[in-house]
């Protein structure tokens, strides 16, 4: 998959993901602040088949109880080339992974916030709490 308004299919992964990162997440940043005031629902699809919708309002009215009291980020945790089991050993982690090497807590634009609206919680990137 190329990146967004782009033609470059075969480019090296690392690559695309840079550009994803410092330009395409940047540009969806500006064009979500924008709307935030005015969207009427928030779609998340996090879980293949397990769509979940609310309202526009819902979702301000939680970015602002977000804004007002201590809260969590979900942590990231990812394989790579390198690393080994310590993640897996001190944060219960999928032991069949051959290692984790990476992991992110504390980063808006890579971890999650998760809501509880009445019995569904709505994942969501943590960097619209910031927005």
Known sequence: MPNWNCTNYNAPVLEKYKRGFFIEWRLADRYK???YEKMDYMLETEERDNPKLITGEVFRNGLDQFSKQPFRMEPYFDPGVWGGHWMQTN?????DKENFAWSFDGVPEE???NMKVGDVTIKFPAIDLVL
């Open 91 to 95: 944060f219960g982690l999928d032991p």
């Open 33 to 35: 602040k924008i709307k």
């Open 111 to 113: 971890n999650s916030l």
